[in-house]
């Protein structure tokens, strides 16, 4: 008895010090298979792995760009000139990758299509061209990269020398306009070289009638006329054989002629004349393309950069006078032949030299 008494005591004991837990009803609840039983907490719902993932990736995204932000506040506050140095080379990489991915759409487009370059609109050949120019351009830097421990030192060639080293999409938008003049001036310094000499090569030409019209051409530009078309036109004959064709002139006018198309003139003479007989070609294909799409169809940039190709210093004139040239550069244009090409070559001396608002 007295043992049976003291189990209970220590059941009472352990009783009152443990709190004797509620108990947990489970009601059943209808779903569409029937009657189960419900959980004794509110269920919630949950996101399936693929919805996590991406709002995490979103996240992280989101926190990128802030921080991203906040960085670049405060490289434009506290160091404004490596800013703007950063920024143009960020936005100029995109830029070429954009130009890169294009061209090869155009390339995929001319395989499958079976179509050449002189069959393509104007839009599409000058992307091309350009695009060619600038890669040649970054494939230069990419040779004087190759030993150990270079880049380096053309990362600092970059920053002292951007004009000769790096293309248009890495220029600030000041240098864009210095440049461009720098090169105008390069490129006008060749004009006395070269009408002195068509000046020189005039009595060589057979006929009288085209050594008078070039006597004439010659003198009205060195007093500052602008000739009219007609009068240019008139002297074809005269530049597609002896002593003006493009096989036919001499060394020293290859080289004066490639200055003024911005070509460079450290390579050997026949290099130089076939260089610069393809880049003429080029640019007589352009302008077909361009007068079956319309001057009126170009923006005001595309004409300015047309302009500038050809010669003419279109930072200085009026988008209305840049047009109005560039017409009379395709009237001229579209009538020579193949074999004719080498006015059009001195076209750019020819036209460009005096036109209104060219002079600083």
Known sequence: MALSRLCWA????????????????????????GLAWGAPWSSKLHLSPKADVKSLISYVATKTKAINGKYHRFLERNFPRFYLLYTTFTKGLQKLWADAKKSRRIKADMVK??????????REMEHLRQFRRDVTKCFFLGIISIPPFANYLVFLLMYLFPRQLLIRHFWTPKQQIDFLHIYH???KKSHPEILSYLEKVTPLISDEGLRWHMTELCTKIQRGTHPAVHEILALRKSFSNHPLGMNQLHASQIKALSRA??????????????????????????????????????TDQEVQSACYLRGLNSTLIAEERCRTWLAE????????????????????????????????
């Open 10 to 33: 220590r059941a009472a004991l352990r009783g009152s010090a443990v709190t004797p837990r509620p108990y947990v009803t489970r009601r059943p609840q209808l779903v569409r298979s």
């Open 113 to 122: 299509h079976n179509v050449k370059f002189h069959q393509l609109s104007y």
């Open 185 to 187: 001036d390069i490129r």
């Open 261 to 298: 198309m911005l070509l460079t003139t450290y390579l050997p003479s026949p290099l130089l004349r076939h260089r610069l007989k393809t880049h003429t070609t080029v640019i007589h294909q352009l302008d077909k393309a361009l007068a079956k799409l319309g001057i009126n169809q170009l």
């Open 329 to 360: 550069w395709l009237q001229i244009s579209c009538n020579l032949k193949e074999a004719e090409l080498s006015l059009l070559l001195h076209n750019v001396v020819l036209l460009s030299t005096n036109y209104i608002g060219t002079r600083r």
